[in-house]
């Protein structure tokens, strides 16, 4: 299985010129940017993908700037929420008051959740496949331990064995990020 690199090892070879790295960058960070927009500011859809666009339009702009490599999510954070805010106050969708009506602890309880499900998906990504696809068809499927034996072609006791042990590499993977 690959490596995957990390945030700063991304970065880096953005700024090196790597057209690959920049495409990594922007699948890794897509849905963040995306959910940021849809969840913490409910932005609607056609919104959404403008600020998303210019998100990245500015990051490959402004790359240069990022003082650390290893800040690249919160500088994207960022950036994305103060996008997003300039979109709600132009838009004649929201009225001033409804923009003032924006609960910043609401905003800033939706980003630390983003990040988490961030980090949970990456640290099932370093895993790899077989765990991956088995807590995917367990915990976000909702399927029987006898769906993912059939589909699988294991024993429905067998799947409760491999989503303990998945679970224990996703925990030590996630223990190294801290």
Request: net charge negative; hydrophobic share 40%.
């Amino acid at each position: 299985m690959a490596e995957i690199a990390t945030d700063a090892q991304l970065v880096s070879r953005c700024r090196s010129g790597d057209p690959a790295a920049w495409n990594e960058l922007v699948e890794r960070f897509s849905r963040y940017v995306f959910a940021i927009c849809v969840q913490a500011f409910r932005l609607p859809p056609e919104d959404a993908e403008d600020v998303f666009q210019e998100v990245f339009a500015r990051v490959y702009q402004h790359l240069d700037r990022l003082r650390s490599d290893d800040s690249i999510r919160p500088w994207i954070a960022q950036l994305t929420r103060r996008l997003c805010i300039d979109r709600l106050r132009s838009s004649g969708r929201e009225g001033p008051a409804e923009l003032d009506d924006l609960d910043p602890g609401g905003v800033d309880e939706a980003l630390a959740g983003l990040d988490d499900a961030l980090t949970v998906r990456a640290s099932l990504d370093a895993v790899g496949d077989p765990c991956r696809d088995i807590l995917d068809r367990f915990f976000c499927r909702d399927e029987s331990y006898k769906s993912i034996g059939d589909a699988l072609g294991l024993p429905a006791g067998t799947i409760a064995s491999r989503i303990s042990r998945c679970l224990g590499k996703v925990r030590a993977e996630l223990e190294g990020r801290t």
